[in-house]
């Protein structure tokens, strides 16, 4: 019947309009009272992909159009020495976060699309450096994907770390989601962990396996530009662009295939279908999916108590619909979705600063920070 | 007579090489619409229709009219209002990292789709012209 009902739909929806399955729950909502509002800390940044503390008043920022910031007390400056950054479809500078042991180290992390290598085209790199002085020094390419292509699409990328010494980051499909999600041989669509000084822990799930790439620690994904370390659990807690429909928040598990392109809750641009099952046995389902997709970038848990009422819940960038969406989540479960800064533009990160404020990247703005109303 | 000669020769050969860099407009428009689907698509939609609001329609567009001003956009990217079919758009659109054959190539593709027409071929040479 659905089917039918589709179809004589789709007579009349001859726009581009599919059979979009049916929208997921829990409903979007507007706040009751805005108790809160923004200041801007950094402006005129097209796309601040990446944000990291240096401390409670400097902070780095990545453009990926592969320019790096640094600023303080409001004032931008561009650090010298990035490498070679291959901008290119969606791929350019991506993300950047401070290790762990920073403050004894100053080692600092980055990925970005990278031409290195000898096929034609680009792949997703993680860089690891140090700031000295407003240029990098020290840096050393700590893992290239390969193998390199001239598609734009899904690069990734975003760092986060557990508290065992490991470091995390995500490769997009790179466009070729018919081959690299599923196949461990191959870089993309992977979540990978590495020890904090690039070596590979010799506990990742597929290091024994002849062929594979040893660095791989998930893998079945599409595109991830959302990942944080759940501040309870110390999880890793990641989110993905689906394709039209079933974008996906997803707890990450070594050796977990967590299902592109086999199953999705999307289809095609194009409004025809991919797959039709949306589960099977042996692939990961979903903490949450949206549906319709908001096209998610960045991702943060409010761990302080600045914001009454805000402790706990995840907040993601919705480059789509051009709000930042606030989850409240119950074991696991998404039990209310809110629009925070609504219209506000595409929004492509957001972190929670050592201040315990929320810090949010917006294209074309720079970062906002959002200030409770006193 | 030999400096002639010389002449002769290299304006020969540049026109080959020119020939020869220059493919022909059906593998051209083949290869825009390749580039489309990776790199404009996701905004400009499926059928050129664009985003109500946010990003404009390429079928059937006024802007498109201008061919300079259209590759200079790809090229560079395109920043602040513009107006297309008597609707305003503010948004940005970043540089995509195409190379001069490839900006050629989905123009190519672009002029002659959804109800667009033209007897402009776009070359490879065309948008190398086209500076900031």
């Avoid at chain 1, 669509?189 to 290091?207: E, M, Q, T, W």
């Avoid at chain 1, 970062?367 to 409770?372: A, S």
């Avoid at chain 2, 290869?31 to 390429?58: K, R, T, W």
């Amino acid at each position: 019947m659905k089917t039918k009902l589709c179809l004589f739909l789709g007579v009349f929806a001859i726009v581009s309009s599919g059979c979009d399955a049916q929208e997921n729950g829990p409903k979007i909502e507007l706040p009751n009272s805005i108790d809160y509002t923004y200041e801007i800390v950094a402006d005129s940044i097209d796309i601040p992909w990446g944000l990291t503390f240096l401390n409670e008043k400097a902070f780095l920022v990545t453009d990926k159009a592969g320019v790096l910031y640094h600023i303080e007390n409001g004032i931008k400056t561009e650090v010298d020495g990035l490498p070679q950054v291959y901008v290119r479809g969606q791929g350019g500078l991506l993300d950047i976060a401070v290790s762990p042991d920073y403050a004894t180290t100053g080692t600092i992390y980055f990925t970005t699309s990278s031409p290195l290598g000898e096929d034609k085209g680009g792949h997703t790199a993680l860089y690891s450096t140090q700031l000295e002085n407003n240029t990098l020094v020290n840096t050393k390419l700590l893992y290239k994907g390969d193998y390199n292509t001239k598609k734009g699409q899904h690069w990734g990328s975003r760092i986060s770390f557990d508290d065992a010494g490991h470091l995390y980051f995500s490769i997009g499909d790179r466009g070729n989601r018919e081959v690299n999600p599923q196949d461990i041989t191959r870089d993309g669509g992977k979540i990978y962990r590495l020890n904090l000084d690039g070596s590979i822990p010799a506990d990742n799930p597929f290091v024994h396996l002849a062929n594979s790439r040893a660095a791989i620690y998930s893998y079945g994904h599409r595109n991830p530009q959302g990942m944080v370390t759940h501040p309870e659990t110390g999880e890793i807690w990641t989110h993905e662009h689906g394709p039209r429909g079933g974008d996906e928040i997803n707890i990450i598990k070594a050796g977990k295939n967590y299902g592109w392109p086999i199953i999705t809750y999307g289809i095609n641009y194009s409004g025809t279908p991919i797959t039709d099952i949306t589960q099977k046995e042996g692939l990961e389902q979903p903490l949450y999916y949206w549906l319709p997709s908001i096209a998610p970038s960045g991702m943060a848990f409010v761990t302080s108590d600045v914001y009454p009422n805000w402790k706990g819940d995840l907040f993601v960038g919705s480059l789509k619909f051009e709000y930042l969406e606030r989850l409240k989540i119950k074991s696991n479960k998404v039990v209310k979705r809110e629009k925070i800064l609504d219209s506000i533009g595409r929004v492509r990160n957001v972190e929670e600063g050592p201040d315990g404020f929320l810090y949010v990247g917006v294209e074309g703005k720079g970062i906002l920070k959002i200030v409770p109303k006193s | 007579m030999k400096v002639i000669f010389s002449f002769l020769f290299l304006s020969f050969s540049s026109i080959a090489i020119h020939l020869y860099q220059q493919k022909p407009l059906n593998q051209s428009i083949a290869d825009g619409e390749e580039i489309y689907a990776d790199f404009c698509l996701q905004c400009h939609m499926d059928n050129g229709q664009g985003v109500p609001g946010s990003f404009p329609p390429l079928a059937k567009s006024d802007y498109l009219k201008n061919i300079d001003q259209s590759i200079h956009a790809i090229k560079f990217g395109l920043k602040g209002p513009i107006t297309v079919n008597g609707k305003s758009y503010n948004s940005n659109m970043i540089s995509q990292g195409l190379d001069d054959e490839e900006i050629a190539d989905v123009m190519n593709y672009i002029l002659r789709s959804w109800g667009n027409k033209t007897d402009v071929i776009i070359t490879e040479d065309k948008v190398a012209a086209i500076q900031k």
